[in-house]
T-cell receptor, first 112, second 113 residues
Framework: DQQVKQNSPSLSVQEGRISILNCDYT??????FLWYKKYPAEGPTFLIS?????DKNEDGRFTVFLNKSAKHLSLHIVPSQPGDSAVYFC???????????FGGGTRLMVKP | DGGITQSPKYLFRKEGQNVTLSCEQN?????MYWYRQDPGQGLRLIYY???????QKGDIAEGYSVSREKKESFPLTVTSAQKNPTAFYLC????????????FGDGTRLSIL
C-alpha cells in the first residue's frame, strides 16, 4: 500500500509556462515533505522542502504548497525551462528528513 | 570537493554470488542510507544508520546486509538470498543535527547475469 503517490507518471509543458506536479499521501504522521529532481543514471538532487507547520515554501522558480486537510502537496515551477526536464519525486517523513517514503515519480518534459 | 561516492557505477555478478556495493562520504554526516530503485518506481529504503556501529532495517531489508564500522563508509552487501537483485542502488547521507535533507550519490546499477 503506497503511502505517497504521484498519480501522473508524466507531464509535458511548454517552455515559459507553469509546471504543476502533484503528490498525495495517506499517513497522518508525515510532517515533513521534500521534492527531489532526478536525471537518468544519477542520484536525486534536493529541490525544496516544507514542514507541516507551513502551507507554502518558495525558492526562486520553485514553490511547494501543502494542504494538510487534503493530504496533498504540489510543486510549482514557473517559468518552466527545458533544463527542468527530469523525473521529480516527492518524499515524506515522520521526522524531519529521516526515514523518507518516496512517491513513484513524475517525468516532466519542458518543450522549447 | 565534498560529496558521496558510490562505486562502481555498473556492476555485473553471476546469480548466487554475494556482491558488495561501496558508499563513501566526506561530508561528515552522521546518518547514511541505502535505497533501491526499480524501473518506473520510487526509491525504497533498504537500511539506514544514524551512528557508527548501529543500523536499522528499512522497508525491504530482506536479502541485504550492511555494516557501519566508520562514519564515512556504509557498504551494502546484496546476498544470494535477495530474490530479484537487479536494480539501481542509491546511497544517501544526512547531517542530523542541522536538520538537512538527505544528499544522494550517483548510484550503482547492479545486473545479475
Amino acid at each position: 500500500d503506497q503511502q505517497v503517490k504521484q498519480n501522473s507518471p508524466s507531464l509535458s509543458v511548454q517552455e515559459g509556462r507553469i509546471s504543476i506536479l502533484n503528490c498525495d499521501y495517506t499517513n497522518s504522521m508525515f510532517d515533513y515533505f521534500l521534492w527531489y529532481k532526478k536525471y537518468p543514471a544519477e542520484g536525486p538532487t534536493f529541490l525544496i522542502s516544507i514542514s507541516s507547520i507551513k502551507d507554502k515554501n518558495e525558492d526562486g522558480r520553485f514553490t511547494v504548497f501543502l494542504n494538510k486537510s487534503a493530504k496533498h502537496l504540489s510543486l510549482h515551477i514557473v517559468p518552466s525551462q527545458p533544463g527542468d526536464s527530469a523525473v521529480y519525486f516527492c518524499a515524506a517523513s515522520d521526522h524531519a528528513g529521516n526515514m523518507l517514503t518516496f512517491g513513484g515519480g513524475t517525468r516532466l518534459m519542458v518543450k522549447p | 570537493d565534498g560529496g558521496i561516492t558510490q562505486s562502481p557505477k555498473y556492476l555485473f555478478r553471476k546469480e548466487g554470488q554475494n556482491v558488495t556495493l561501496s558508499c563513501e562520504q566526506n561530508l561528515n554526516h552522521d546518518a547514511m542510507y541505502w535505497y533501491r530503485q526499480d524501473p518506473g518506481q520510487g526509491l525504497r529504503l533498504i537500511y539506514y544508520s544514524q551512528i557508527v556501529n548501529d543500523f536499522q532495517k528499512g522497508d525491504i531489508a530482506e536479502g541485504y546486509s550492511v555494516s557501519r564500522e566508520k562514519k564515512e563508509s556504509f557498504p551494502l552487501t546484496v546476498t544470494s538470498a535477495q530474490k530479484n537483485p537487479t536494480a539501481f542502488y542509491l546511497c544517501a547521507s544526512r547531517a542530523i543535527q542541522s536538520n538537512q535533507p538527505q544528499h544522494f550519490g550517483d548510484g550503482t546499477r547492479l545486473s545479475i547475469l
